[in-house]
């Protein structure tokens, strides 16, 4: 049983994927702050396992992952600093996004590679953002994370093809989860979401899924996934 370990994973996204590969099988280690909303998880899928883990503390990271097989790592957790103009951003809000959509996936992506070069084999998958590669006004420093994920995958895995590591760039577009809650109004949110149109936790999890069930010589290198139907913009209004 490939074991997996899913950031990020108390809402949203991480939650779905940690769920859906809980459920198809896989023995996942669902990791995130927030002890409540893992404890709740793990009354809910039965077998999953859970850690509460800061991403950005890098001892507690690493004294988690000691002896700690990893065969896929799905690198999830991510934040959301409030959109508006760049010159207008807290130094503190610049720093925070940088360290969580960045550096922290740097450094468990580099706790784990070791041992999956030494099994030659592995799967790391990465959540980026369509944001990354149509980069919009109003979201410069959380495009600019995500740009920086986009070509770290593209890099590392030139250099772990060959040990049979397989590297996956996820590019969603407007997914419903709560990434905007307490940077946006609850009107605005309502507002990107009321048509309906928006993917889904849900869709994305299942794309993780299927790519992952591919047999070992297929390598998805980026995925695209996008609403079907347009979804109005983003109103900072």
Not at 30 to 57: F, K, M, Y
Not at 85 to 98: K, L, N, Q, S
Not at 139 to 157: D, E, G
Request: aromatic fraction near 4%.
């Amino acid at each position: 049983m490939e074991r997996v370990l899913v950031t990020g994973a108390t809402s949203g996204i991480g939650r779905a994927i940690a769920v859906t590969l809980q459920t198809a099988g896989y023995a996942v280690t669902a990791t995130g702050r927030n002890a409540q909303a893992l404890h709740d998880l793990a009354a809910e899928v039965p077998g999953i396992e859970t850690l509460c883990l800061n991403l950005s503390d890098r001892q507690a990271v690493a004294d988690a992952l000691a002896g700690r097989r990893v065969d896929i790592l799905v690198n999830n957790a991510g934040i959301m600093p409030p959109p508006g103009p760049f010159d207008a951003m807290p130094p503190e809000a610049i720093d925070e996004t940088v360290v969580v959509n960045l550096s922290a996936v740097l450094w468990l992506t580099r706790l784990v590679v070791p041992q999956m070069r030494g099994r030659n084999a592995g799967h790391l998958v990465f959540t980026g953002s369509s944001a990354a590669h149509a980069p919009g006004a109003n979201f410069a420093v959380y495009s600019a994370t995500k740009a920086a994920i986009a070509a770290f995958a593209t890099a590392l895995r030139g250099e772990v093809s060959g040990n049979g590591i397989r590297v996956t760039e996820l590019v969603p577009g407007r997914v419903e989860t709560g990434l905007y809650s307490g940077i946006l109004s609850p009107g605005t949110r309502q507002a990107m979401y009321e048509n309906g149109a928006s993917l889904q936790p849900g869709d994305i999890a299942e794309t993780v899924l299927a790519v992952l069930r591919l047999p070992a010589r297929a390598d998805v290198t980026r995925l695209d996934i996008m609403p079907t139907r347009p979804v109005p913009p983003i109103s900072l209004k």
